[in-house]
């Protein structure tokens, strides 16, 4: 008996060494491309490619870098395009993937572009108007985000974001959100700031809202993952820079209003 016991135990142990040594030294996710495409693609209900080789790493967490992602609403034309990413950095505890349980992570991406709303151009034209001002932003209806971070857990069918960290072309943020597998309704809270930096402003020139710095800008993402609007609360500034602004327009107004009666009547006064 001990030595079936012993046989099964070397049998056990050979097989997982051989299991570690394929894992580690011998197993190359480039050679099953198509098949990762398809499944995340049969996942998300977006049509998914990459460009580019896959790269694993092992140790201290298990780590997979992706490069030259494009994600599609429902085909592959440029105009169907959702987001790109020039690469994303997922990582996983080992002991997560020994159990097969992936229900948490770590999360990178840098150079990401979303299509079809500007965060940057968002703020800008509503702080415009607040301020009756025509500042501009612009035309391209992208959110470049120069990099992101951010932790996920899955719970059900919703991932809970936490530590967001975005940086735009113009502004940093933080926050959370989550999305709903199924349904691909998300959700995301930020508190944004400007980024006061001499080539960002020199970039957008009078068109940079300078009086927004160091002011906390609360920000709301919502919407389908394929059709996310943006929103810019900025109650707070219209009551500390904004309605001064607006009662010296209107005193202005009133002193030339005045001013064209008194010299078109003789008002004595």
């Known amino acids: 008996m001990k030595k079936v016991l012993l046989n099964l135990s070397y ?9 570690i040594i394929y894992v580690f030294f011998i197993f190359n996710p480039n050679d099953y491309k198509s098949q ?7 996942k998300t209900k977006y049509n998914f490619t990459y460009d580019g080789d896959i790269e694993i790493s092992y140790y201290p967490d298990f780590q997979v870098l992706m490069p030259g992602i494009k994600i599609f609403k429902m085909s592959s034309d440029s105009k169907d395009m959702m987001i790109e990413v020039s690469s994303i950095n997922l990582s996983l505890s080992l002991e997560q993937l020994m159990n097969k349980v ?14 079809g709303v500007n965060a940057d151009d968002v703020l800008i034209k509503t702080y415009s108007l607040l301020k009756f001002s025509l500042l501009s932003g612009s035309n391209e209806n992208i959110t470049n985000v120069k990099n992101i971070s951010a932790k996920f857990t899955m719970i059900n069918n919703k991932m809970k974001i936490s530590d967001i960290y975005m940086e735009t072309e113009m502004m940093e943020a933080r926050g959370n959100g989550s999305i709903d597998l199924i349904t691909k309704e998300s959700e995301f809270s930020f508190i944004g700031k400007m980024k006061a930096y001499k080539d960002v402003m020199s970039l957008y020139q009078n068109n940079y809202p300078i009086e927004l710095i160091e002011e906390e800008l609360p920000i709301i993402i919502s919407g389908e993952l394929d059709n996310l609007s943006v929103s810019v609360n900025l ?4 009551i500390k820079k904004v309605e ?25 006064f």
């Open 235 to 238: 109650n707070h500034i219209i």
């Open 36 to 42: 990762i495409t398809n499944y995340i693609s049969s």
């Open 102 to 115: 992936i229900d948490r992570g770590d999360i990178k991406a840098y150079d990401f572009k979303y299509h």
């Open 244 to 268: 001064p602004i607006r009662e010296k327009i209107i005193d202005e107004i009133q002193d030339k209003v005045i001013n064209e009666l008194r010299d078109k009547i003789k008002l004595p």
């Open 11 to 19: 049998i056990s142990v050979t097989l997982l060494s051989l299991v």
